[in-house]
């Protein structure tokens, strides 16, 4: 007797008996349905079509992806109807296990997490361009809007990658630009996660336009990296460079009448402490540490990186006379340091606390 062919059976390449081919990555029937001989993986899309004489479902209706292809020898049984049906064409799949959770996953309807296995094949793929392509044929698969966005992210990060490491490797081997000979590159940037990536591009194209691939401002708009951590990622690679008034520039701010002054996203506490890592000079780990907030962290730091004036003018400022003589007794003997100590203990007008 025959029966309707059932509409979620049907996909875009077919199912068919097929025992004329062969290949080494084959399929067998063993006792569990859809089981394979080792795992593989393929880039081509599976597709299936039920035998014309079932009506149950088969729940295949959907394109799958992955690696290699590979053909089948042996029946397969259909995990809804458990009718037995061989390949026609090439087959592609994923690892033996997660080519079986697929199809439950599929049979519960769970397209997100479908979505989700077969964008996490793109781990298996070492060569950046098919990687690419691979990502780019995850963007139509049925995410989430949130993990949708995520991918997109991925796909647009590694294709940008991919054009940025092509033109500097080019531009290394060249040995016409500067900034490649005097700080050679280390390893590539491809895969690498967006916060390497701006960093990379702060420290090798920072001048750049914006509207290069390559710009950090241009990897800012597009990936929408927040204030705080464009910030430090600029700050930590310029002041790796030495590059100190690229580091003065990100600080300074001019308002509605013209007037410059220092500003910061970041504590500038925290501030200090990647400029020091980067070993800056006295002089401009002076200018950041005048600028921290609280009292006891500034004496603190000022002491540490002997910033003497800043000490002195705050000791001055919450005027304490004793604290700025015991400080006397830190400085080197002689020194301009001692000399504006004991002009301001020697101020009458100054009305000391104690």
């Known amino acids: 007797m025959s029966h309707p062919v059932s509409p979620h059976c049907v996909s875009p390449s077919h199912l068919s008996h097929a025992s004329h081919l062969s290949h080494p990555s084959h399929l067998s029937h063993a006792s569990h349905p859809l089981t394979m001989s080792h795992p593989s ?13 079932l009506s149950h479902p088969s729940h295949l209706s959907h394109p799958l992806t992955c690696l290699t292809p590979l053909t089948c020898l042996t029946p397969f049984t259909c995990l809804t109807c458990l009718t037995p049906f061989t390949c026609l064409t090439p087959l592609t799949c994923l ?19 479908v979505a989700l296995l077969q964008y996490k094949e793109h781990l298996s793929i070492s060569d950046e361009n098919k990687r690419r392509d691979f990502l780019k044929s995850c ?6 809007a949130e993990d949708s966005a995520h991918v997109q992210d991925h796909y647009t990060l590694l294709e940008r990658q991919i054009i940025i490491e092509a033109t500097d490797r080019q531009a290394e081997r060249g040995g016409k630009v500067e900034i490649f000979q005097k700080f050679p590159r280390r390893a590539s940037i491809l895969n690498m996660p967006l916060v390497t990536t701006l960093y990379y591009c702060c420290f090798y194209h920072y001048t750049e336009p ?25 700050l930590s ?6 590059a100190w008034s690229d580091v003065d520039a990100l600080f300074t701010s001019r308002n509605w009448l013209g007037f410059t002054r220092k500003k910061s996203p970041l504590n500038f506490q925290r501030v200090v402490d990647i400029l020091q890592k980067n070993s800056a000079p006295t002089q401009v780990l002076k200018d950041y540490v005048a600028l921290v907030d609280d009292a006891d962290v500034r004496i603190g730091l000022a002491q540490k990186y002997k910033c003497h004036d800043i000490v002195i003018n705050t000791y001055r ?13 830190k400085v080197e003997r002689g020194s301009v340091e001692e000399r504006k100590i004991d002009e301001l203990l020697s101020n ?4 000391w606390k104690n």
């Open 237 to 242: 690679a310029r002041a790796k460079l030495k």
């Open 348 to 351: 009458l007008q100054m009305r």
């Open 317 to 329: 400022d919450l005027k304490d006379r004793q604290l700025l003589l015991g400080y006397r007794g």
């Open 210 to 234: 914006e509207g290069m691939y390559s710009s950090p401002l241009n990897i800012r708009q597009t990936f929408k990296i927040p204030e705080k951590q464009y910030f430090v990622t600029a």
């Open 139 to 144: 963007l139509s698969l049925p995410f989430s």
């Open 41 to 53: 993986h393929c880039l081509t899309p599976l597709t299936m079509s039920h035998p014309s004489h």
């Open 95 to 113: 690892h033996a296990n997660s080519f079986l959770l697929l199809l439950v996953l599929r049979s519960l309807g769970r397209m997100e997490d």
